[in-house]
């Protein structure tokens, strides 16, 4: 298994930019996929991004394609979600998660979360 925290969430005018991290801890990271979703108020958690266990291929929900970012460290036991020219439609609790599947939007197939991070993105 693996325990996942995040961190890096606030609050952001738009146009801005953010770096939420990922801490792992647990046996399975490295053979894991990550993956970031959100939830805004009222709303269903939804798909970001994913990366695969070895760093090597990643993908976008169409939103955030070309301004968000995944990367991973798997000697730091780290990911990260890169955020840029964030607008308010941004602002949600972002969470990561992990899964044996790739690439995968559906959340079920995650079997680890964390607590998640709030982002506001607002003027």
């Known amino acids: 298994q693996v325990q996942l925290v995040e961190s890096g969430g606030g609050l952001v005018q738009p146009g801005g930019s953010l770096r939420l991290s990922c801490a792992a801890s647990?046996?399975?990271?490295?053979?894991?996929?990550i993956g970031w979703f959100r939830q805004a108020p009222g709303k269903e958690r939804e798909f970001v991004a994913v990366?695969?266990?070895?760093?090597?291929?990643?993908y976008y929900t169409d939103s955030v394609e070309g301004r968000f970012t995944i990367s991973r460290d798997n000697g730091q036991n780290m990911v990260w979600l890169e955020m840029n020219v964030l607008s308010p439609e941004d602002t949600a609790v972002y969470y990561c998660?992990?899964?044996?599947?790739?690439?995968?939007?559906?959340?079920?197939?995650?079997?680890?979360w964390g607590p998640g991070t709030q982002v506001t993105v607002s003027s």
């Open positions: 998660a992990a899964t044996y599947y790739f690439p995968t939007t559906n959340r079920n197939r995650y079997y680890s």
């Open positions: 647990g046996p399975t990271f490295t053979s894991s996929g």
């Open positions: 990366i695969m266990s070895t760093g090597t291929a990643t």
